[in-house]
């Protein structure tokens, strides 16, 4: 199983980004999936979730800005942020609890970097 994050890119504040993370592999199923972020010198945070009844949560500092969804069909969650702010900047993670033939595991993408600037 794998998580293949892609998206990234450099964009001007104010911007828009849609981040996806498709999962492969031997799925029998996919529970919770979640984007998180980690800044230079900073620790890992959740940006993100949305869970397998498909509810969302996201942190307060992307509210109103960053929308998380899913397509079942391609096993693929994205992540569409709007009105980027330099504070936004970060290598962007997907995260997820996956089922496949050696049960439950939690699998994590390789990252893409966010770069906010003008």
């Known amino acids: 199983v794998q998580l293949q994050a892609s998206g990234g890119g450099l964009v001007q504040p104010g911007g828009s980004l849609r981040l996806s993370c498709a999962a492969s592999?031997?799925?029998?199923?996919?529970?919770?999936m979640n984007w998180y972020r980690q800044a230079p010198g900073q620790q890992r945070e959740l940006v993100a979730g949305i869970t397998g009844g498909r509810s969302t949560n996201y942190a307060d500092f992307v509210k109103g800005r960053f929308t998380i969804s899913y397509d079942n069909t391609k096993n693929t969650v994205y992540l569409q942020m709007n009105s980027l702010k330099p504070e936004d900047t970060a290598v962007y993670y997907c995260h997820a609890e996956i089922r496949s033939s050696s049960g439950w595991s939690d699998y994590w993408g390789h990252g893409t970097l966010v770069t906010v600037s003008s």
């Open positions: 592999g031997s799925i029998f199923s996919i529970n919770d």
